[in-house]
């Protein structure tokens, strides 16, 4: 690696230490700091075309922090500590996938060629799939990390910081009716797993097979094999549809001895996957749709919610009061999963709706749907992975939050897009 990438390479190779030291998704914001030097040493910065629209959603969400104070009709909770700290976390973030992009697109080829920068996803899937496929083996593996004995009580106790900061293998969930773990190592949570190995699935394949030599395509056919596992295993329907999405629109895409070769290779693993066990577990899973009431609940409240606040949203999520049951439940000894949701905890769209408003939202959407319009006629491999991850944002924005981890990736996607052209 040439000086300036290494921030980069310490991103996603060295991923897996910044999860066991706690920082996990954090790291972007420590490394942006490098990152934001490189910059200042190489003015004027290049930018990409439509980055004034993620510029605008950084700047609505500076404003909404005018909100923060404000408890709208429907939800519970004062300003304090929990409301403040999660919103600047969630400011740094933005603010550092910011810089992350700027740096990426003004590096040179020579510094950070394009698909060096594919193989290093390519090597995060790698972790990614160990570290699912250590969940399903080991899911009660979890350890405490250097931040969470640094930081203190009041902060570290948090739910949602303990997602962040304490490393654990799985989730374990009564999706199924019974407790069975959901990977999530290197991950904050079950769901960013299942949305990161998808993207980092499409720039492995395009970085270790089609750019591959005859060894490394073997590599890649044994890492998809036992990826299948932990992805069955993470019962996240949003993935399966993501995954088979991407097969349909890549059979679109391409052509000639390509797509014949697509299509037959699908269909030799379909054939291999309805043979398997790992059958069985994805009949349970759909047969058991539990979500689905929680979902509706929290979706509607979200953006009956946000409507006392449109323009700007509320600066952070809140706490709904009661859930899809009843208005009076809470979270007791005997059941530990009642409680009340927090507004916008079901996808990114939600996310956006209830801290930034329908305008943030909408910023949102138009950033990448910009991006697939730019560049939908570049067929080059990169081009099409590229377009196909735009898209892939769009769907899992229903489903998934983009914080953490997995905005980073889509940001890291879209600047592979800008330095392609």
């Known amino acids: ?71 709208p009709p429907g939800t519970y909770g004062e300003l304090g500590p929990g409301r403040i700290a999660g919103y600047v976390m969630r400011l740094a973030l933005y603010a550092s996938i910011l810089i992350m992009v700027l740096y990426l697109g003004n590096l040179t080829e020579r510094e950070l060629p394009q698909l060096r920068l594919v193989r290093m996803l390519g090597v995060l899937f790698v972790t990614t799939v160990a570290g699912g496929l250590l969940g399903v083996l080991f899911p009660a593996f979890a350890f405490t990390s250097p931040m969470e004995l640094l930081l203190p009580g009041w902060i570290s106790e948090n739910s949602f910081v303990q997602n962040l900061i304490h490393p654990t293998a799985a989730q374990t969930q009564k999706v199924l009716g019974y407790a069975s773990p959901r990977p999530e190592a290197p991950f904050e949570w079950a769901n960013a797993w299942g949305s990161n190995v998808s993207v980092l699935l499409v720039w492995f394949v395009v970085g270790w097979w089609v750019h591959g030599g005859p060894r490394q395509k073997v590599f890649v056919a044994v890492s998809l094999a036992l990826a299948a596992v932990p992805i069955v295993y993470s019962l996240n329907r949003g993935l399966w549809i993501g995954l088979g999405l991407a097969v349909g629109y890549l059979i679109v895409r391409v052509g000639g001895r390509t797509r014949v070769a697509l299509c037959g290779a699908v269909a030799a693993g379909a054939l291999v996957f309805a043979l398997s066990p790992l059958a069985s577990l994805v009949s349970q899973r759909l047969d058991k749709p539990h979500s689905n009431d929680i979902r509706a609940f929290t979706v509607s409240a979200t953006i009956a919610t946000a409507g006392h606040s449109p323009v700007i949203g509320f600066g952070n999520t809140r706490n709904a009061t009661g859930n899809h ?26 996310l956006l709706i209830i801290t930034q408003g329908f ?9 990448f749907l910009g991006a697939i319009r730019r560049h939908w006629r ?3 491999p990169i081009g099409l992975a590229g377009v196909l991850v735009m898209g892939l944002v769009l769907l899992y924005m229903f489903v998934y939050d983009g914080l953490v981890t997995p905005l980073s990736l889509y940001l890291i996607s879209f600047a592979l897009l800008w330095r392609n052209a």
């Open 1 to 71: 690696m040439r000086a300036p990438a290494w921030p980069i390479a310490a991103l996603l190779v060295g991923y897996p230490v910044w999860w066991a030291l706690g920082f996990g998704g954090l790291s972007v914001i420590v490394l942006a700091v490098p990152m934001a030097v490189v910059l200042w040493r190489r003015r004027p910065v290049k930018v990409p075309r439509g980055f004034g629209l993620w510029l605008l959603l950084l700047a609505g969400y500076v404003i909404s922090a005018l909100m923060l104070a404000e408890t």
């Open 325 to 350: 049951r009843t208005i009076t439940t809470g979270k007791t000894q005997w059941c530990g999963g009642c409680g009340h949701p927090p507004l916008g905890s079901d996808g990114q769209l939600w």
């Open 378 to 380: 570049d067929r080059s």
């Open 359 to 367: 305008t943030g939202a909408a910023l949102y959407v138009a950033f």
